[in-house]
């Protein structure tokens, strides 16, 4: 049977994994993003009007490609700071100690290790 600590850590194990998959992916919403702006900027210059540019760009938009990157951040964030507390606690870290490592209440690290503990 595995230990606490071997047990957050092998979650902790696959929430990077998954932060990784994530980056990649807003990486390439980015380029993405920095392509559709530079188009824009070029039709603008070029004398295009708002409307037109907007209704011709394609799907995903620039401003839903922004949303699936601010979601993403932030889905993966709260997974990665609940499964770092855990394992942290795991080690014998205080929530006090933790609290003080993430910027954050001890209430709130309470609270972070209630949600991983419920999930």
Same mark, same amino acid.
């Given at each position: 049977?595995?230990?606490?600590?071997?047990?957050?850590?092998?979650?902790?194990?696959?929430? =990077?994994?998954?932060?990784?998959?994530?980056?990649?992916?807003?990486?390439?919403?980015?380029?993405?993003?920095?392509?559709?702006?530079?188009?824009?900027?070029?039709?603008?210059?070029?004398?295009?009007?708002?409307?037109?540019?907007?209704?011709?760009?394609?799907?995903?938009?620039?401003?839903?490609?922004?949303?699936?990157?601010?979601?993403?951040?932030?889905?993966?964030?709260?997974? =990665?700071?609940?499964?770092?507390?855990?394992?942290?606690?795991?080690?014998?870290?205080?929530?006090?100690?933790?609290?003080?490592?993430?910027?954050?209440?001890?209430?709130?690290?309470?609270?972070?290790?209630?949600?991983?503990?419920?999930?």
């Amino acid at each position: 049977m595995a230990t606490e600590v071997e047990r957050t850590t092998a979650n902790l194990v696959e929430v =990077l994994k998954l932060l990784s998959e994530m980056a990649e992916a807003n990486i390439r919403r980015s380029e993405e993003i920095r392509y559709r702006i530079d188009h824009r900027l070029a039709a603008l210059d070029a004398g295009s009007e708002v409307p037109g540019i907007v209704e011709a760009e394609p799907r995903p938009m620039i401003t839903e490609l922004l949303t699936e990157n601010i979601t993403a951040l932030h889905e993966v964030g709260s997974m =990665l700071r609940r499964a770092e507390a855990a394992t942290l606690r795991a080690h014998g870290y205080t929530m006090d100690r933790i609290a003080e490592l993430f910027g954050v209440s001890r209430q709130r690290i309470s609270a972070l290790l209630r949600e991983g503990a419920d999930s």
